[in-house]
């Protein structure tokens, strides 16, 4: 029970303070889930968040269901979708309350406009936390920029996108892998000829040693006989 309340708390505080959505969140999240609490490492962190990109629902929630499924099975996971929207229930619930008053109030639109500012820079954040999981090869760069094209440029739809890259990305893993078992197999091939070279190498010389050792036997058995006829 204690690991359920420690689940529930720990993303209760990340919902509470996260403004501008999952990606916001990443920084946050990392620090609590990875460094504080060790429940996964970085690269777990990054496979949750681009699984999620694929999954219907708020990014944010999916990954605290993930992080919950492997910290603590089915309860871990609704103890850590519990926590991330709570706050947001409860702080939606107040300004609906007081709506007419929030949205005229000069202090909260400077407060806005501020949090806005620290969106942008945690989005960055992710961002740059992405691009270092992500892209690797030259292969990534000319899907990420061909994707940020027609993510920015057309009407194209973001779910179509991600289809896409998820094709793109088992296609390249498939043709890696069979270059890999093409070049394995051509390496055992050469090492197999090698060693049949040397064995009928080594084959032959031993019949030259034979047929050597053969001929100097009948020599001297020659010589021996005509020495014999002689006396």
């Known amino acids: 029970m204690k690991e359920l309340l420690t689940i529930f708390w720990t993303f209760f505080k990340m919902g509470a303070v996260t ?15 990875v460094q504080s609490h060790k429940w996964v490492d970085d690269e777990t ?7 999620s990109q694929g999954l219907p629902g708020i ?10 499924y492997r910290h603590k099975k089915e309860v871990g996971s609704f103890a850590a979708a519990l926590g991330v929207v709570t706050p947001s229930i409860i702080i939606i619930s107040i300004i609906a309350m007081f709506l007419s008053n929030f949205k005229d109030n000069v202090y909260v639109r400077h407060a806005l406009a501020g949090i806005s500012v ?3 820079a945690l989005i960055l954040d992710a ?23 027609l993510s920015a440029f057309t009407d ?3 779910i179509l996108l991600v289809i896409a890259c998820a094709i793109l990305g088992i296609a390249k893993k498939t043709l890696d892998a069979k270059k890999s078992a093409g070049g394995s197999s051509s390496g055992n091939s050469a090492a197999d000829s090698s ?3 040397i064995s009928t190498s080594g084959s032959s010389a031993s019949s030259n040693a034979a047929s050597g050792s053969s001929s100097g036997n009948s020599a001297a058995d020659s010589s021996s006989s005509r020495k ?4």
């Not at 990014?59 to 919950?68: C, H, K, S, T």
């Not at 014999?228 to 006396?231: D, T």
């Open 156 to 158: 194209v739809s973001p």
């Open 195 to 197: 060693s049949t070279g």
């Open 59 to 68: 990014i944010a929630v999916n990954v605290a269901v993930f992080i919950g």
């Open 118 to 120: 620290c969106v942008a």
């Open 19 to 33: 403004f501008g959505g999952g990606y916001a969140m990443l920084p946050i999240l990392k620090r609590e889930v």
């Open 45 to 51: 962190i990054m496979d949750y968040y681009a699984l």
């Open 228 to 231: 014999e006829a002689g006396k």
């Open 127 to 149: 961002v740059l936390s992405l691009w270092k999981k992500g892209v690797k090869d030259i292969f990534g760069i000319i899907v990420c920029a061909a994707i940020f094209a």
